[in-house]
RNA sequence: GGGUCGUUAGCUCAGUCGGUAGAGCACCGGCCUUUUAAGCCGGGGGCCGCAGGUUCGAUUCCUGCACGACCCA
């Protein structure tokens, strides 16, 4: 049947309710239980028992067993399902029939009645009263598959969430990793702040922007890409363990792994450096692994991830020589040649430079999907690190490190540049690659070098990409299942 | 950006080697007082993604486009 003959139906019943007298959306119902706290107050009970006790529940229908003179819906309730049982005794002829004709799959509805288990054991409510909660205008799933279509359920993300308890769960599995997240960082005494998503210059990462536009001021202002910058001046204020949850936006491409506004952790902590950050890493993930799986190893899409500490730890270039065969230590237009020698083909722009980006390049398509148990890649090289200090032994790379799990980059770390002059030369080189064409380098913050020529502690610091995160603790292929809406095309 | 596959009723899916389409659920009507995807009988419901082309005739074949999934870059 047309889509509109359906809705055309059920406004005629929402009609027919308010020709009664019935408000079809009023403003309360008192609840006494929820469906799973009725199953456990009244746990083992045997088939065919009447109990006396009257509740009140409250959900939305979702199946209709109609038999004449007696009716069985099932309701739910954000806890679970309780089904209801309708009879002319307890509820009158006319009212029986009334609302049997009126309700449709979907309605909100408070139902009244005594508790009873049916003679096949089924924990039921007599409903002795009914109140329509909200009349639901539109047809619902197929009740055995639900909503299949992936593109429907990201385009119509209520529905998918009322037909689908797995994108429920996973909803609910982020607000526990939100919480185990901020636990573990309030008990080690982090501080959580928060700093501008307007920001007049994007800084921390190297990513394009969204621009927005201030009318008062008349003056174009950016969605921040990272806090960093902003969450480093208040290590230089003295603040020194300061952690942020909040929503980046990158003005990117869209992927399974990919959306322009994502959830990043950032946590600083002075007086240590990268290595502090990988032990922080172990702990905070390790203990969001627990909260959901109870243990230290989970599965996803079909392999199982370990995550008993220590985690492995490897050089980037070693990384890089390994799965490429080549000696990645040699001069830039040498190594383009080799590798595409070697059959690996170095895309145009990259060519020309900086070394950095063709070694970031090789580990993306070489090695990273192979790193499936969680790996931290070390030391990257400076021109693609412009906020890391250089790494002690090897001033060409950084003490910086990426976390790989299943194959996808979970978290960015440093042990922070502090030295302004150094951080100032740094945006220089930064400056000259936008110069050159890249519209992802980046800029001079004159605010932040102000800030930093006060003085900022030595610190460590890490971003960790929650969503991706999220993703592999809920077993979900793709990050759209692990925000509430997506953006789509 | 390239390749492969997909788009048919509100939903989940069949199908047409080219002759204007089916099922189950949902919906509507009837029967049914203990069902659990209830059951039985009957009914209505479709621009077969969009636009061109080939053809007597296209949902089916061809081309392009849109949207999606997966793989590759």
């Known amino acids: 049947m047309p889509e509109q003959d359906l809705i055309l139906a059920r406004r005629e019943k929402l009609a027919r309710l308010r020709e009664r007298g019935i408000d079809p959306y009023p403003y309360t119902f008192s609840r006494t239980h929820t469906a799973q706290e009725l199953r456990e107050a009244f746990r083992g009970l045997p088939p065919a ?35 209801v049982f309708a009879a002319p005794q307890t509820l009158g002829a006319e009212g029986y029939e009334f609302w049997l004709d009126v309700l449709d799959l979907g309605d909100w509805v408070g139902v009244q009645g005594e508790v009873f288990t049916t003679k096949t054991g089924e924990l039921s409510v007599a409903a002795q009263e009914i109140v329509i909660l909200a009349k639901s205008l539109r047809p619902l799933p197929e009740k055995w598959h639900g909503l299949r ?130 032990e922080l890493a172990e702990g905070l ?31 980037l270039l070693e990384l890089v020589a390994e799965t490429s065969g080549c000696d990645v230590e040699k001069p830039l237009p040498e190594l383009v040649e080799d590798l595409e020698r070697r059959g690996i083909p170095i895309p145009e722009h990259l060519k020309r430079g900086p070394r950095g980006k063709v070694i970031e390049h090789l580990l993306e398509i070489c090695a990273e999907k192979t790193l499936w148990n969680p790996t931290f890649v070390l030391d990257y090289p400076l021109d693609i690190s412009p906020l890391a200090k250089r790494k002690r032994d090897r001033p060409d790379l950084t003490e910086r490190f990426e976390l790989f799990i299943a194959g996808k980059e979970v978290a960015n770390a440093f042990s922070e540049l502090n030295d302004p002059e150094e951080q100032r030369s740094r945006f220089m080189a930064q400056e000259k690659l936008r110069a050159q064409g890249d519209e992802e380098a980046q800029r001079v913050d004159e605010d932040f070098l102000r800030d930093l020529e006060l003085g900022m502690p030595p610190a460590g610091g890490i971003g960790i990409g929650i969503d991706r995160l999220i993703m592999i603790l809920t077993d979900a292929p793709s990050i759209r299942e692990v925000l509430a809406f997506p953006l789509l095309r």
């Not at 069985?72 to 679970?80: E, I, N, Y």
């Not at 300061?242 to 990117?252: L, T």
């Not at 909260?291 to 492995?312: D, H, K, M, N």
């Open 149 to 278: 279509d992936v593109e429907t359920r990201y385009r119509e993300r209520a529905l998918d969430f009322l037909t689908n308890p797995k994108a429920r769960e996973i909803l609910i599995a982020r607000a526990k990793i939100l919480r185990t997240i901020r636990n573990h960082l309030d008990a080690r005494g982090f501080i959580e702040v928060e700093t501008p998503i307007l920001q007049p210059l994007p800084g921390g990462a190297s990513a394009r922007p969204f621009i927005t536009h201030h009318n008062e001021l008349d003056r174009d202002l950016y969605l921040r890409i990272a806090p960093e910058l902003y969450l480093k001046r208040l290590l230089v204020g003295g603040l020194e363990k300061v952690y942020e949850i909040g929503r980046n936006f990158r003005n990117e491409g869209i992927s399974s792994e990919h959306n322009p506004e994502f959830t990043a952790l950032e946590a600083y902590e002075a007086y240590t450096d990268y290595q502090g950050m990988m």
């Open 49 to 83: 028992q009447h109990t006396g006790v009257e509740v009140a529940v409250a959900g939305r229908i979702l199946a209709f067993r109609r038999m004449g003179r007696a009716a069985f819906a099932d309701l739910h309730d954000r806890s679970g399902k309780i089904q």
């Open 285 to 315: 993930i390790e203990a969001c692994v627990l909260a959901v799986a109870g243990t230290s190893r989970l599965e996803y899409q079909g392999r199982w991830i370990e995550f008993s500490r220590p985690w492995r730890r490897v050089p």
